[in-house]
């Protein structure tokens, strides 16, 4: 059976049991937990849900736009079918409009947002994500010192830059990636710094695991484990039912057997691994779900 599932149904249960209900930004209040630790062992299983469907053709050319495009740029995204940031585009006059909470007077107060940008980063996310990625040239020093020095203990990517904070519309929340090398196996740490757990998080795992199996394919290493440290683990008060239904889910039908994935093992160089719509490159098999849930989102 699949061990993310039962991992990612431990977490929700535990967030429903012990967390707390807090305010914050978006004015949907959350029950939270303030931290939570996962490890995935890619030798052993390909983490994707089976309790719910995962669109992982989404949340894959979302991490190649991050880090393979390097690109903030939307429409990146629009152009293969991909919508999960429409709502953070900046408009073509610069400026991004939301209803959020804010603090005043102590207090929480809901008002209309509206945040302005230089035009030129019109239809973009701002500086965040891909932005830094290419700024710093984050996965290509990566790539090439795993070549040239793969014991080296510096591998850190950060996508949190000060300087960037306040130009971009929604700072990183997987924000960090530690990179290793133990014997013939390529191993991640990731820190994500709030984690909407209904939505965010199976995206999330599934990415991450698909990036390690990518870098791994180019430096002639193994994939091997995933550390995942989340801060501030979260479930909108408005996603509970649906939380529900797939614990449910869990507890009455059990769970399927992990998919598995093939890469492309032509490909040599990481910036060439196909990212049309189609994702010739990259295919996840032998998937079985026991159906979507429809989650709302919170800006």
Known sequence: MSKWDKKYIELCQEILKNGMRVENRTGIDTIKIPA???IFDLQEEFPC???KQLYFRQAILEMLWIYQAQSNDVRWLQERN????????????GLWKATQNVLKDGKMVKENIVKKFPKEYAHTIGTAYGFIVKKYKLIDKLISTLKSNKTDRRLVLSLWQDEFLDTAVLPSCVWSTEWDVTGDYLNIWVHQRSCDVPLGLPFNVTQYSVLLMLVASVTGLKPGTINYSIKDAHI?????DGIKEQINRYLENGDYEAPDIWINPEVKNFMDFDNSEKLN???ITRYRHMGPIKFPLAQ
């Open 49 to 51: 849900l089976t309790t």
């Open 82 to 93: 991909v919508h999960i940031w429409d709502q953070w585009e900046i408009d073509e006059n």
């Open 36 to 38: 939570y630790h996962l």
């Open 236 to 240: 909108y008060v408005n996603q509970i």
């Open 281 to 283: 490159d990259i295919k």
